[in-house]
C-alpha cells in the first residue's frame, strides 16, 4: 500500500471535484482527509462502534460539516465534529495549502473548527494522537474529558492549534505538572478546562495573564505550594467567570484578592461572544473558588507535616472508582523440580496505595460473593451523605447568576420601556436573559427548566373580574388581552388592555389616573349619571364625597364592598363574560343567572328554566 502522504493530494483531488459539482457540500477535502486519519486511529482503539455517522458511501459523498455548515451552534453530519464560519483570509489559505481550486459554488464553512471526543474513555497518552490532530490547524475547541488519558499535557497542543478558543482534558489521569508554555501560543484561549486530573507542582502565573479567559478549572489534582500573588492583580483575568481551584490538598498560604468579575463587559459583549457565557455560569461551577479541599487561608506546612497520617492532610487520595483498600492478586512464579520456570501462583497481598478518597467520595467494600476467601475489595465511590441539593449524591454544584443589581442596572442604562410578554411568551432564562420580565396582564413568569421561564395565564381572572384590592385573596392577574387595572384602593379589576405607560416593577397601569377616570370622578361629583362601567357605589366613593349612584339605562353593579360599577347588563342567553369579553356581567332578567359555560364565555341562563344550566 502506497504512504498515506502519498495518497492525500490525489484523495482531496477527487473528493474536491466531486464536492464542488455536488453543489451543496460543505467540507474541504483536505479536512475530509484528516478526519477519515482520526477514524482510522479511533477505530484502532476500539471506538468504531460509535462512529456510526462517519462513513462515505461512495466517492465524492463525504461530507462530515454537512450542507448546513456555518451555523454558530449548528454540529455537523459526523458525530463529535463541527465546522464554524471562519475568515475569508483564512477559507482561502486552506483551499491554497490544499492545492485544489476554489469552487464558489460549494461554500465556505469547510473547515473543521470543533473536536469533542468526551466520555468516549480514550486510553493511552495525548503524545500518541497527536498525528491524528496536530493537522487540524483552525480548530476553536478540543474536548477530550471523560476518558483515561495519562502522561503530561503537552507543548504540542498551542504549536498546532493557534487558534484554540477552548480546551477541556478533564476527567482523565494526566500526571505532570500544568504547563507553562503552551498558554503564550494560543493567546485567545477562553477555557481550560483540567480539572479532576493527577497535575502536581505550582500554579503558573502565565494564566493571569490571558485577556479572553473566561473559564480556569483546575480543581481535584494535587497541586502545591501558593497561588500565584498574580492572581490578585487588579489586571488578572480581565474577563473572568469561573475560576476554580479547589480540593487540592497541597495549596496553602494567603489567598488572592477577591476577584471581581466584570458583568457589565460581559453582557455588553454577549452578542459577539462564542458561546453563551450566562446559560454556562447556571449549568456549571461559576465564580472564584479556591477554599475547598485546600489549606488556603492558613501557613503553609512544613514538609515533614506532610508525611502525616491525619487524613485532612492526605496526598494523593483516590479518585472515583479508585482502588482505596482490600487486597491485591500477585503474580509468584512457581519453580520446577528441574529448576526451570513452572506455572504461576497468585497470592493476595493487602493494598499498599492511598487509602482515602477526594472530597465527595466514600471508601466503601465492593462485595463480591465469588471472591475467594481472605481477599476483599474497596473502592471510591460518591459519598451518600454529600447531596447536591435535588437527591443525588454528588459533590454540591455551586453556581453563581450575574447579581440582580447589575442587571437592572444595564436595563435603566441601554434598553426602552419594554413591553410585557404576552401569554405564553418568554419572560426569563439564563442569568444574563434581558428579554421582557413582566407578563401581560401580571400573569405569573414560571420557569419551565434552567434556562427557560413563560407567561402562564392559567387561571387568571377574566374580563371584568376581580384582580386586586383590599381583602383580596383571589387571582392577582387577567388572562391574555386584558389588563388589570387600579379601579380604587379596594378593587382591582380585569379589562381590555390598552397600550399606556406601565409601572416598570409591576408591569400594571393605573386606571384611575387617566384623564378619561378624571372626568367621570367630576360627573359622579356632580350627581350626574356615570357611563359604563363608571364607579357608582363603593366605601372609598363615599369616603370621598362622590356621591353618586346614578347610572340611568345601567344597573350599579356591586363588585365587592370597595367598590360598585354600571354594567349595561345582558338579555337572556346573552353573553356576560368569559376570555377577552368586555361587556357587561349582570344579566336584564331578575330570573336570569350568569352562568360560566367554560373559561371563554359565560351566558345569562333562567335560573328555573331546567334547560342544562352549568352551575
Not at 460 to 483: F, M
Not at 542 to 549: I, P, R
Amino acid at each position: 500500500m502506497a504512504p498515506r502522504s502519498s495518497v492525500a493530494p490525489v484523495l482531496c483531488a477527487v473528493l474536491w471535484v466531486a464536492l464542488s459539482l455536488t453543489g451543496h457540500a460543505r467540507t474541504l477535502p483536505s479536512e475530509v482527509d484528516k478526519l477519515l486519519a482520526l477514524k482510522v486511529e479511533l477505530e484502532a482503539r476500539g471506538l468504531s462502534y460509535l462512529l456510526d455517522t462517519w462513513r462515505c458511501p461512495e466517492v465524492g459523498t463525504c461530507d462530515p460539516c454537512g450542507a448546513s455548515a456555518g451555523a454558530n451552534d449548528n454540529w455537523g453530519a459526523w458525530h463529535y465534529v463541527a465546522c464554524r464560519v471562519v475568515p475569508d483570509r483564512e477559507y482561502r489559505a486552506a483551499v491554497r495549502a490544499a492545492g485544489v481550486t476554489e469552487s464558489r459554488g460549494s461554500g465556505r464553512y469547510g473547515l473543521v473548527t470543533n473536536v469533542h471526543l468526551s466520555d468516549l474513555a480514550i486510553e493511552g497518552t495525548l503524545d500518541s494522537m497527536r498525528d491524528v490532530l496536530c493537522p487540524f490547524t483552525h480548530l476553536r475547541e478540543l474536548d477530550i474529558d471523560g476518558g483515561r488519558l495519562k502522561g503530561p499535557v503537552p507543548r504540542w497542543i498551542g504549536e498546532c492549534f493557534p487558534r484554540l478558543l477552548e480546551l477541556d482534558l478533564s476527567h482523565n489521569e494526566l500526571s505532570g505538572s500544568v504547563p507553562d508554555d503552551v498558554w503564550p501560543l494560543v493567546p485567545n484561549i477562553e477555557q481550560i478546562k483540567l480539572e479532576d486530573n493527577r497535575l502536581t507542582g505550582s500554579i503558573p502565573p502565565v494564566l493571569a495573564t490571558l485577556p479572553n479567559l473566561r473559564v480556569l478549572w483546575l480543581d481535584e489534582n494535587d497541586l502545591s505550594g501558593t497561588i500565584p500573588p498574580e492572581f490578585g492583580a487588579s489586571n488578572a483575568f480581565p474577563r473572568i467567570l469561573s475560576l476554580n481551584l479547589e480540593d487540592n490538598p497541597k495549596l496553602c498560604g494567603a489567598a488572592p484578592n477577591e476577584l471581581a468579575v466584570d458583568w457589565r463587559w460581559h453582557l455588553d459583549n454577549q452578542a459577539g461572544q462564542s458561546r453563551d457565557w450566562f446559560g454556562f455560569c447556571q449549568k456549571d461551577a461559576c465564580g472564584v473558588f479556591v477554599t475547598g479541599g485546600t489549606r488556603v487561608g492558613g501557613t503553609c506546612p512544613q514538609p515533614w507535616e506532610l508525611e502525616s497520617s491525619d487524613p485532612s492532610v492526605s496526598l494523593n487520595c483516590g479518585k472515583r472508582w479508585d482502588q482505596c483498600g482490600g487486597t491485591v492478586a500477585v503474580d509468584l512464579p512457581e519453580p520446577t523440580t528441574n529448576g526451570g520456570g513452572g506455572g504461576d501462583t497468585v497470592i493476595h497481598v493487602p493494598f499498599d496505595g492511598a487509602r482515602c478518597c477526594r472530597r465527595g467520595l466514600a471508601c466503601v467494600e465492593a462485595p463480591d460473593p465469588d471472591a475467594s476467601p481472605g481477599t476483599a475489595f474497596y473502592q471510591c465511590v460518591p459519598d451518600p451523605t454529600v447531596s447536591n441539593g435535588d437527591g443525588g449524591n454528588q459533590m454540591e454544584v455551586r453556581t453563581t447568576t450575574i447579581p440582580s443589581e447589575v442587571i437592572d442596572e444595564y436595563r435603566e442604562t441601554n434598553d426602552a420601556e419594554t413591553e410585557c410578554a404576552a401569554a405564553w411568551g418568554q419572560c426569563g432564562g439564563t442569568a444574563g436573559y434581558l428579554g421582557p420580565t413582566c407578563c401581560e396582564g401580571a400573569a405569573p413568569c414560571v420557569p419551565l427548566n434552567e434556562y427557560y421561564a413563560q407567561c402562564d395565564p392559567t387561571g387568571c381572572a377574566r374580563s371584568l373580574q376581580q384582580c386586586g384590592g383590599y381583602d383580596h385573596d383571589g387571582s392577582q392577574c387577567c388572562a391574555q388581552g386584558l389588563e388589570c387595572v387600579v379601579r380604587t384602593e379596594g378593587f382591582h379589576q380585569c379589562v381590555a388592555k390598552r397600550i399606556v405607560a406601565r409601572n416598570k416593577r409591576t408591569g400594571r397601569e393605573e386606571y384611575a389616573r387617566r384623564a378619561e377616570d378624571g372626568k367621570l370622578v367630576a360627573e359622579a361629583r356632580g350627581e350626574r349619571c356615570v357611563r359604563e362601567f363608571g364607579q357608582c357605589g363603593g366605601f372609598a366613593s363615599a369616603m370621598n364625597g362622590f356621591g353618586g349612584s346614578c347610572c340611568g339605562p345601567l344597573r350599579c353593579v356591586k363588585k365587592n364592598d370597595w367598590f360598585s360599577q354600571c354594567e349595561r347588563c345582558v338579555g337572556t342567553y346573552g353573553q356576560c363574560g368569559g376570555g377577552d369579553y368586555s361587556g357587561g356581567t349582570c344579566c336584564a332578567s331578575g330570573a336570569d343567572e350568569c352562568v360560566e359555560v367554560d373559561e371563554y364565555f359565560s351566558q345569562c341562563r333562567p335560573m328555573a328554566s331546567g334547560e342544562g344550566v352549568v352551575r
